[in-house]
């Protein structure tokens, strides 16, 4: 064993300070796994040992090997935590502990729907990316060794292996794992399958040898003619792989294209293209079966050059062409991260899938520990994946609480929440959980319900809406004071009150909006079924209906049009002006003011200058309600910004779209920035809002213009 430990040190070519490291984790593993036995009856540490070599051959780095040798010895033996790390560094005692974690969790009883999201969560509660390629090794050897086992043991073990290890090592690009997890799986899914494909691929193995070989030597020949150097291989394909396409397809094994692959792997992704031309020459490329990965990488970063031939004999064959980095990053995937750290170059036209392509550009400048973390983010940043005590897995948004969790579980279990632990440890309700927490909510079945904070704590729509739900059932007299309060305090800001004070208005009011009565209304905002928002919008708009109305009949021949287009709640002939501040003009909403000299001031409603006045008791009492007339056909003004480069004539420029769009202006002015920014202030005259809208358009495209915006004073 000594010597396979030495053969896994000179593999990894490290210093001679973690050569010393990595022996002494073989010696403490060996040591602490002492008395245990494999199921095969060899002793436990061949498992970690081999464990460390397939990390070795996948070209980890020296922590990760030795993490690798480690991995069962928090779980197994006495060893701690703190052991670990006192004697190895904090990076590999996290990583066997990721790995414990993981360990821990029993996924064997998945059902198929689930298997997506447990998928996640294994790569996103793993902080490091190298304890799922750790426990990707694990699973690796024990499905070598599965024989040893029990049969309902291989069995579990393999349908697990099938549903979450394979795809994970798929979507991390590591296919030599995941070929041969699934190969192994699928001996002990369907022994007679896999026997009947394992025989017809026996029966006429001598056969399809003798025909790859003359295909590659016509291959190596014809490249050779061109001048090409290149790596020419054949294989038969893995025999899961033709599982699939037999017994999942429906295909017969006769017609499967690819039993018998070739591989060309060359310099250059120019080669690459040639070669294709060179093969499709040679042999009669099958139509639909050309599939450039090059161009159109797959997800998981995987590029190739794919086409199916046919032979000499008549036997389709597929062809993968591809360069040297490509065939790295296919066969290890992440792990080549490490592998080939040094090699993997910038060349512009390597389109490798885009996080993998950053995260190693940047390998730079980050270190790896950085590099870790970023690619965690990546994979699924707004996910987040916790346990129940029992081991259940319960998906929620990232930020979510202990609350989404409590009613994620049961709304009863939420309503009678009085606490929660997080890893056993009691936290603040408000608390953000990470991935892989276990989580137990305390109950008292003397609690009194969800307090108001919760909905604005809860992250996920269905905690608030459970929250809701019980206000609504367990505090009408709350709700009703509650909603009450606000809605009243809402209406009067909106200049309502007296209109709501009106028993006819009030009663359509509740038909509107469906309530019998009063009291339902306040409860509904009470407990949010409603907000008072959409209740004042309702009761403003009603109102608008109602003046107009009045309007209508007051003067049911002609009405006399408002000179200013404004109308004034209350008011005829009411004198105008139009706030300078922010310059309404018709389409914006508007309030108005009392002034004291000069009738009503018009602003919108948005102005800084009117939320003060609305505060204030001094002023509150003057707003009023106002509105546009129907059509009105005067030109207002509006004060705009332009903001853009300082070039020669971009003054000019502006002045002349304005003209163009037949639009007076009344005022102009340029001054530069200090820097090489020139700032433009116009005055125009306007009919509207739509009109302003295609002002902004055609002055935002104007060259050199980086912003145009209303100005508001
Ligand atoms: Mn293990």
């Known amino acids: 064993m000594k010597e396979r430990?030495?053969?896994?040190?000179?593999?990894?070519?490290?210093?001679?300070?973690?050569?010393?490291?990595?022996?002494?984790?073989?010696?403490?593993?060996?040591?602490?796994?002492?008395?245990?036995?494999?199921?095969?009856?060899?002793?436990?540490?061949?498992?970690?040992?081999?464990?460390?070599?397939?990390?070795?051959?996948?070209?980890?780095?020296?922590?990760?090997?030795?993490?690798?040798?480690?991995h069962d010895i928090i779980e197994d033996t006495e060893f701690s935590y703190q052991q670990v790390r006192q004697r190895f560094g904090t990076s590999v005692a996290d990583m066997v502990e990721g790995v414990t974690k993981l360990t821990r969790m029993d996924f064997s009883s998945a059902e198929e729907e689930e298997a997506e999201n447990i998928r996640k969560m294994f790569l996103a509660m793993a902080r490091d990316i190298r304890v799922i390629i750790i426990k990707l090794t694990d699973r690796l050897h024990n499905m070598r060794t599965l024989m040893y086992r029990p049969p309902h043991k291989q069995r579990n073990k393999a349908l697990e292996t099938m549903q979450i290890y394979a795809p994970i090592a798929h979507r991390l690009g590591m296919n030599s794992v995941k070929v041969e997890l699934e190969d192994l799986s699928i001996m002990y899914l369907d022994p007679v399958g896999y026997e009947e494909i394992q025989e017809y691929l026996e029966k006429n193995n001598q056969e399809g040898r003798a025909m790859l070989n003359r295909i590659m030597a016509r291959m190596k020949e014809r490249l050779a003619e061109h001048e090409i150097e290149a790596t020419v291989s054949g294989r038969v394909k893995h025999t899961y792989g033709i599982y699939r396409k037999v017994y999942m397809n429906g295909r017969d094994i006769d017609q499967v294209y690819d039993i018998y692959a070739m591989r060309v792997i060359v310099d250059t992704i120019p080669q690459c293209y040639n070669v294709l031309g060179i093969v499709h020459e040679l042999y009669h490329p099958i139509p639909g079966r050309f599939k450039d990965y090059i161009y159109t990488p797959k997800p998981n970063m995987y590029q190739s050059l794919h086409t199916t031939v046919v032979g000499r004999s008549g036997q389709p064959f597929e062809v993968q062409i591809r360069t040297k980095e490509m065939h790295k990053m296919a066969e290890y995937?992440?792990?080549?991260?490490?592998?080939?750290?040094?090699?993997?170059?910038?060349?512009?036209?390597?389109?490798?899938?885009?996080?993998?392509?950053?995260?190693?550009?940047?390998?730079?400048?980050?270190?790896?520990?950085?590099?870790?973390?970023?690619?965690?983010?990546?994979?699924?940043?707004?996910?987040?994946?916790?346990?129940?005590?029992?081991?259940?897995?319960?998906?929620?948004?990232?930020?979510?609480?202990?609350?989404?969790?409590?009613?994620?579980?049961?709304?009863?279990?939420?309503?009678?929440?009085?606490?929660?632990?997080?890893?056993?440890?009691?936290?603040p309700l408000d608390s953000k959980l990470t991935n892989g927490d276990i989580i137990e909510v305390l109950t008292s079945n003397s609690a009194r319900g969800p307090s108001r904070d919760?909905?604005?704590?809860?992250?996920?729509?269905?905690?608030?809406?459970?929250?809701?739900?019980?206000?609504?059932?367990?505090?009408?007299?709350?709700?009703?004071?509650?909603?009450?309060?606000?809605?009243?305090?809402?209406?009067?800001?909106?200049?309502l009150a007296r209109a709501f004070e009106n028993e006819e208005f009030r009663a359509n009011i509740l038909k509107k909006l469906d309530f019998q009565n009063l009291e339902d209304l306040y409860a509904a905002m009470g407990y949010g079924g409603i907000t008072v928002r959409k209740v004042i919008n309702r009761i403003a708009d009603e109102h608008t209906r109602q003046e107009k109305q009045a309007r209508g009949l007051a003067r049911p021949m002609r009405e006399t049009k408002p000179t200013s287009g404004v109308i004034v709640e209350g008011i005829d002939n009411c004198l105008v002006k139009f706030a300078r501040c922010c310059t309404p003009i018709?389409?914006?909403?508007?309030?108005?003011?009392?002034?004291?000299?000069?009738?009503?001031?018009?602003?919108?409603?948005?102005?800084?200058?009117?939320?003060g006045m609305l505060t204030d008791p001094a002023t509150q009492d003057r707003m009023i309600r106002v509105s546009w007339a129907s059509a009105p056909s005067e030109l207002y003004q509006t004060a705009l910004?332009?903001?853009?480069?300082?070039?020669?004539?971009?003054?000019?420029?502006?002045?002349?779209?304005?003209?163009?769009?037949?639009?007076?202006?009344?005022?102009?002015?340029?001054?530069?920035?200090?820097?090489?920014?020139?700032?433009?202030?116009?005055?125009i005259n306007l009919r509207n809002a739509e009109q302003l809208g295609s002002v902004l358009l055609r002055l935002k495209r104007i060259d050199g213009v980086s912003d145009v915006t209303r100005v508001v004073r």
């Open 5 to 70: 430990i030495e053969a896994i040190i000179q593999r990894i070519n490290c210093s001679e300070a973690d050569a010393a490291r990595i022996r002494d984790a073989f010696e403490t593993a060996d040591a602490a796994h002492k008395s245990q036995l494999r199921s095969s009856g060899e002793p436990y540490i061949i498992h970690p040992l081999a464990v460390a070599e397939i990390l070795s051959e996948l070209g980890l780095d020296p922590d990760t090997i030795i993490a690798g040798l480690l």
């Open 333 to 427: 995937g992440i792990a080549a991260h490490w592998k080939y750290k040094h090699n993997i170059t910038k060349n512009g036209d390597e389109a490798l899938f885009a996080w993998v392509r950053r995260f190693i550009e940047n390998q730079q400048e980050t270190d790896n520990e950085e590099f870790i973390s970023d690619l965690r983010v990546e994979l699924f940043a707004d996910e987040l994946f916790v346990f129940t005590p029992k081991g259940d897995v319960i998906n929620l948004p990232a930020n979510a609480t202990p609350i989404d969790f409590a009613y994620a579980i049961h709304s009863a279990v939420g309503n009678r929440m009085v606490g929660a632990k997080v890893n056993n440890k009691i936290v």
């Open 454 to 495: 919760w909905l604005t704590i809860a992250k996920t729509g269905e905690a608030r809406n459970k929250i809701k739900q019980w206000f609504k059932k367990e505090r009408r007299e709350e709700n009703i004071q509650l909603g009450r309060a606000e809605f009243e305090a809402e209406l009067r800001r909106n200049l």
């Open 586 to 611: 018709p389409g914006d909403h508007i309030i108005g003011f009392i002034t004291k000299g000069y009738g009503v001031s018009v602003h919108r409603s948005d102005c800084p200058n009117i939320a």
């Open 641 to 683: 910004q332009v903001i853009g480069r300082n070039r020669i004539g971009i003054l000019a420029d502006v002045a002349t779209a304005i003209s163009d769009m037949n639009i007076q202006m009344s005022s102009v002015s340029a001054r530069a920035n200090g820097g090489d920014e020139s700032i433009i202030d116009l005055v």
